[in-house]
């Protein structure tokens, strides 16, 4: 486990996978990326970090190159992302990374197996790669193997849909596809399921739930984006 402290550093705990680079951290121990943290994220058995100068840096488990370079089947060291420069945004999927540089470009590396990148394929990004399909998303997120993010007004997903996480009926679209809902102002995507936070404090969800995970008081999946009664909410994550 890591998490970023009010002075902008990060400290980090836990067994081998969860600790840095394999190592165990049988207690909380800073880590230094020599510089203040900006952004924390992590996805299974891995973590990144955007610096207040824009770099990126990722640690622990790199089967599928989510750290922004060559696969590997240990965990790794903290290192800087080659190539990502000037970095404003940082989101970070299960094994899959975006990050927004100061062009308002999306550079995305890692699991790219549904599309869920961007990049118009479905193979994997070893390095940081510009994805063509996703310029000018903001509040980008990513999932299991889906993504989704605002491009203006509107809200696009695209990726895995086997759970209709996209917010509509089975198919895998790789170029980003409308949701029809408005005034959304962030989007958090999940394993399999999606929430979105719209201007006015509703939170609208749609895709699996299993195991509720869509608050709408029942385990049925309803298939299309639905709104939590009596939920008003301030932020989304």
Known sequence: TCVRLADRSIACW????????????????AVSLGAPIEQLGGGIGYFCARTDAGAVWCWGGNSKGQLGFAPSSFPELPRQVPGVTGAT??????RSVCATTGTN?????????NGQL????????VLPTVAPLLTAQTALS?????????????????GRNDRSQLGGPSGEPHQPGMITTTNIATVAAMARSTCALDTSGHVKC???????????????????????AGLTARTLV
């Open 14 to 29: 836990g067994a081998a996978e969860g600790g840095i680079g394999g190592i165990a951290l049988n207690a909380v121990t």
């Open 89 to 94: 945004d940082v989101a970070v999927g299960q």
């Open 105 to 113: 470009t999306q550079v995305c590396w890692g699991n790219n197996s």
């Open 118 to 125: 961007g990049l118009g394929a479905t193979a994997d990004a």
């Open 142 to 158: 990513l999932g299991g193997r889906h993504a989704c993010g605002l491009d203006g007004a509107n809200l696009r997903c695209w």
């Open 206 to 228: 749609w895709g699996l739930n299993r195991g509720g995970e869509l608050g709408l008081g029942h385990l049925a999946q309803p298939g299309i984006v639905s709104t939590i």
